[in-house]
């Protein structure tokens, strides 16, 4: 069994983003009356049959979105990519070494491991005599193509275009992950076929120069069937009651806080 959280399924900025007439936030098409348009940046976390937890993308939400979600730990990290909202949160990982009482093992491609480690170095320095008053991190490299275990489990990993740079797709069994993303190569269309939930990003209505929008998410669906689609990445033209009138049957808008249980073949 796979327990998958979306611990936050907006966009760079989340929804509202900074600003607004009022200074409460500026929330473009989304109505800020109802509760489902406020999004924290995108992660999820991965829980497999054994309690293993597999946290994807540690952005600056990370504090926010671990205790909304009752979740004191996690074993593993994958980084899809080092974009800030994706990676931002990593100096609050110092409260997971404390409760693990050891380092944190983080899995990237070279060049998002590079990156990472240009803007957190202190965070790859040998375990601290006293007390993680920093994080501990202990970098992995994997292949954008590759076959890992992560936190227990098989996972397949996928290249994706993301326009300025590339990043990582995961499969678990029946279950893929796909957020920033305004293109997939063949290869790994492939990858997805078969699937009964899929996670993909969708940021806005119109074409986007960096990322999928409705009409190329719902092309990828009508290819590659999956049984359910979870959009996530979401930005503040996704107003939900838009998206639950003109959706497809079998693609929904993401929800920070959803959980979905699946079985593993």
């Known amino acids: 069994m796979l327990k998958i959280t979306i611990l936050g399924c907006g966009g760079s900025g989340g929804v509202p983003l900074i600003g607004g007439a009022d200074g409460f936030g500026a929330w473009g098409a989304c109505d800020p009356a109802e509760a489902r348009n406020r999004r924290l940046r995108s992660s999820i976390l991965v829980e497999a049959t054994g309690g293993k937890r597999l946290l994807v993308?540690?952005?600056?939400d990370l504090r926010a979105q671990m205790l909304a979600a009752g979740v004191g730990r996690f074993d593993e990290i994958l980084f899809t990519h080092s974009h800030a909202d994706h990676i931002m949160g990593i100096d609050d990982l110092r409260s997971v070494n404390r409760v693990l009482d050891d380092a944190l093992p983080v899995f990237g491609t070279s060049k998002t491991l590079a990156d990472i480690r240009a803007r957190f170095d202190y965070a790859f320095l040998p375990r601290p005599a006293h007390g993680f008053f920093r994080p501990c991190l202990v970098s992995r490299e994997v292949l954008p193509s590759g076959e890992v275990t992560l936190a227990g489990m098989p996972v397949s990993l996928f290249p994706q275009d993301h326009h300025v740079m590339e990043t990582l797709g995961l499969r678990i069994g029946r279950f893929a992950y796909s957020t920033d993303l305004v293109r997939l190569p063949e290869t790994s269309l492939a990858r997805l076929e078969g699937l009964d939930v899929w996670i993909v990003g969708c940021f806005q209505r119109a074409?986007?120069?960096?990322?999928?929008?409705?009409?190329?998410?719902?092309?990828?669906v009508e290819r590659l069937?999956?049984?359910?689609?979870?959009?996530?990445?979401m930005g503040p033209d996704m107003?939900?009651?838009?998206?639950?009138?003109?959706?497809?049957?079998?693609?929904e808008a993401g929800l920070d806080g959803m959980t979905i249980n699946l079985n593993v073949p």
């Open 225 to 233: 069937r999956p049984k359910r689609t979870i959009l996530t990445h």
């Open 57 to 60: 993308d540690a952005g600056p």
């Open 239 to 251: 107003d939900w009651a838009w998206m639950a009138q003109n959706l497809p049957p079998g693609i």
């Open 207 to 220: 074409p986007h120069i960096v990322h999928a929008h409705v009409a190329q998410v719902v092309e990828w």
